[in-house]
């Protein structure tokens, strides 16, 4: 067996900063963050932690605790500023720098082409509900493939079709913050067509990678057990997961997905005979997994749909929604939520695990992103994060539970690297093995959690 990788996860926009530096385009991101009044939070990305100048010092601190692979993103405004198409090649030589320093430290870099930062261009004309962004997507992929498809091991299309049309389509807390579920199955689809296409574009060149998509996964549970808890469980599968995973590893879409879409008056006009070749072709080497929590769910029992997540935290508002005619979410009051009202169940990882094994002929996979979000406090220079460690240590567990049971699990990403920009929820929501003291120049302080995963690390790495 291979070594299994051990690492940690973050996004260019959330981590980076240097918004307008080195020729760097603006982005949907940047736009949203200083314009919009949905920014409920009013911080932005502008500089965040700093990354893009202080890589070297976050990648050492990597190294220090053993982790052996990092997944970032590339921020295609770096790559491809404008309209005019030109090439920057100031962002080029930064995500080069940043993968050979990677691989200088025996880092496997796993490089996500877009996590949510769509150049704004491409937003104004629709985004995702234009397909000319996806011949854009197709183009601006073959640049970072023959820019780094010599030394990137592991490439992700797309991170989270699934969490980032829900939340642009369904709860609106991301732009263009509506509800509208007509744009919701437009977008999904082409986003899609978007990763299937980039994926054939790849089997084309001689890159010595993987290719994958990180779906935002929760396996289905229900309340109970009879008929129509069984029809509510399909369709939330079908709503949150399937149209991601079967169609990214099988090839096509499932045949009841189009059917609910119909019975609930979506038209499917923008579904098109000739994109069928491109899901056929375009399926991935991986599935890159982010595991949160499970999708809770009991049957439809009316109301319009309505979706709420809880960007403002304190814990009192639940996250859930109620989907018209598909399913709504059910609450158990014996499972404890975050001061976000999501549920904390780390059982789920195994379920998920499991159920992946099982439905999808036991394809590789990673957990590309997992972790606890916190109010964590700087006290005497220390963050003693017991509480992260305790949840995420569990998650753990029955990941290596699966994967003792044979799951071709491969790889493990704690969410995230660094305390970051958590989108609308600002900077309070700190999810980072390290601490960023924003107050104070940006200075890096591990945190307990820190340690505690180098020494997991270790002990992992020793026993295989
Ligand atoms: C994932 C995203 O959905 O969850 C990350 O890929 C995100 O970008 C993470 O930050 C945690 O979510 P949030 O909203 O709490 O930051």
């Given at each position: 067996?291979?070594?299994?990788?051990?690492?940690?996860?973050?996004?260019?926009?959330?981590?980076?900063?240097?918004?307008?530096?080195?020729?760097?385009?603006?982005?949907?991101?940047?736009?949203?963050?200083?314009?919009?009044?949905?920014?409920?939070?009013?911080?932005?990305?502008?500089?965040?932690?700093?990354?893009?100048?202080?890589?070297?010092?976050?990648?050492?601190?990597?190294?220090?605790?053993?982790?052996?692979?990092?997944?970032?993103?590339?921020?295609?405004?770096?790559?491809?500023?404008?309209?005019?198409?030109?090439?920057?090649?100031?962002?080029?030589?930064?995500?080069?720098?940043?993968?050979?320093?990677?691989?200088?430290?025996?880092?496997?870099?796993?490089?996500?082409?877009?996590?949510?930062?769509?150049?704004?261009?491409?937003?104004?004309?629709?985004?995702?509900?234009?397909?000319?962004?996806?011949?854009?997507?197709?183009?601006?992929?073959?640049?970072?493939?023959?820019?780094?498809?010599?030394?990137?091991?592991?490439?992700?299309?797309?991170?989270?079709?699934?969490?980032?049309?829900?939340?642009?389509?369904?709860?609106?807390?991301?732009?263009?913050?509506?509800?509208d579920f007509q744009r919701y199955a437009k977008a999904g689809y082409?986003?899609?067509?978007?990763?299937?296409?980039?994926?054939?574009?790849?089997?084309?060149?001689?890159?010595?990678?993987?290719?994958?998509?990180?779906?935002?996964?929760?396996?289905?549970?229900?309340?109970?057990?009879?008929?129509?808890?069984?029809i509510a469980a399909r369709n939330a599968d079908l709503f949150n997961?399937?149209?991601?995973?079967?169609?990214?590893?099988?090839?096509?879409?499932?045949?009841?997905?189009?059917?609910?879409?119909?019975?609930?008056?979506?038209?499917?006009?923008?579904?098109?005979?000739?994109?069928?070749?491109?899901?056929?072709?375009?399926?991935?080497?991986?599935?890159?997994?982010?595991?949160?929590?499970?999708?809770?769910?009991?049957?439809?029992?009316?109301?319009?749909?309505?979706?709420?997540?809880?960007?403002?935290?304190?814990?009192?508002?639940?996250?859930?929604?109620?989907?018209?005619?598909?399913?709504?979410?059910?609450?158990?009051?014996?499972?404890?939520?975050?001061?976000?009202?999501?549920?904390?169940?780390?059982?789920?990882?195994?379920?998920?695990?499991m159920t992946i094994k099982r439905e999808y002929d036991n394809i590789?996979?990673?957990?590309?992103?997992?972790?606890?979000?916190?109010?964590?406090?700087?006290?005497?220079?220390?963050?003693?994060?017991?509480?992260?460690?305790?949840?995420?240590?569990?998650?753990?567990?029955?990941?290596?539970?699966?994967?003792?049971?044979?799951?071709?699990?491969?790889?493990?990403?704690?969410?995230?690297?660094?305390?970051?920009?958590?989108?609308?929820?600002?900077?309070?929501?700190?999810?980072?093995?390290?601490?960023?003291?924003?107050?104070?120049?940006?200075?890096?302080?591990?945190?307990?959690?820190?340690?505690?995963?180098?020494?997991?690390?270790?002990?992992?790495?020793?026993?295989?």
């Amino acid at each position: 067996m291979e070594k299994f990788l051990w690492g940690s996860a973050t996004a260019s926009y959330q981590c980076e900063g240097a918004w307008n530096e080195d020729g760097k385009g603006e982005s949907q991101w940047d736009d949203f963050s200083h314009h919009s009044p949905f920014n409920i939070n009013h911080v932005d990305g502008d500089i965040s932690c700093d990354h893009y100048h202080r890589f070297i010092e976050d990648l050492d601190l990597m190294k220090e605790s053993h982790q052996n692979t990092y997944r970032f993103s590339i921020a295609w405004t770096r790559i491809i500023p404008d309209e005019t198409g030109k090439v920057n090649q100031k962002g080029l030589d930064f995500y080069n720098q940043l993968i050979n320093a990677c691989i200088e430290r025996h880092i496997v870099p796993n490089v996500t082409l877009w996590h949510y930062d769509l150049p704004l261009h491409l937003y104004k004309i629709g985004g995702w509900e234009n397909r000319r962004t996806i011949d854009e997507f197709v183009n601006y992929a073959k640049i970072c493939f023959e820019a780094f498809g010599d030394r990137v091991p592991l490439w992700v299309t797309v991170n989270e079709p699934g969490f980032y049309t829900h939340c642009c389509y369904g709860a609106g807390n991301y732009p263009p913050n509506v509800c509208d579920f007509q744009r919701y199955a437009k977008a999904g689809y082409h986003l899609m067509l978007g990763s299937a296409r980039v994926i054939e574009e790849f089997r084309k060149g001689d890159y010595i990678g993987k290719i994958g998509l990180v779906h935002a996964s929760g396996n289905v549970e229900t309340k109970g057990t009879d008929e129509a808890n069984q029809i509510a469980a399909r369709n939330a599968d079908l709503f949150n997961n399937l149209w991601v995973t079967d169609t990214c590893i099988r090839g096509y879409f499932p045949d009841d997905l189009f059917y609910k879409l119909r019975e609930s008056q979506i038209d499917l006009s923008f579904v098109k005979e000739e994109d069928k070749i491109h899901f056929r072709n375009g399926t991935v080497d991986f599935l890159g997994i982010n595991l949160y929590c499970r999708t809770y769910v009991k049957p439809y029992s009316g109301g319009e749909t309505n979706v709420h997540l809880n960007n403002k935290g304190s814990g009192k508002i639940l996250e859930g929604e109620v989907i018209k005619g598909w399913y709504e979410t059910a609450y158990d009051p014996h499972v404890k939520v975050n001061q976000w009202g999501r549920e904390i169940y780390p059982r789920c990882m195994y379920d998920e695990l499991m159920t992946i094994k099982r439905e999808y002929d036991n394809i590789p996979v990673f957990i590309t992103e997992n972790g606890h979000g916190c109010y964590d406090e700087l006290i005497d220079g220390q963050v003693d994060d017991k509480e992260r460690i305790e949840i995420v240590g569990e998650f753990i567990k029955w990941m290596l539970k699966a994967r003792e049971e044979g799951c071709n699990v491969q790889g493990y990403y704690m969410w995230s690297t660094m305390d970051l920009y958590s989108w609308v929820n600002g900077y309070k929501k700190r999810y980072g093995l390290v601490y960023i003291d924003f107050n104070n120049g940006n200075k890096r302080i591990p945190k307990k959690s820190y340690y505690w995963y180098k020494k997991l690390i270790e002990n992992d790495l020793k026993g295989e």
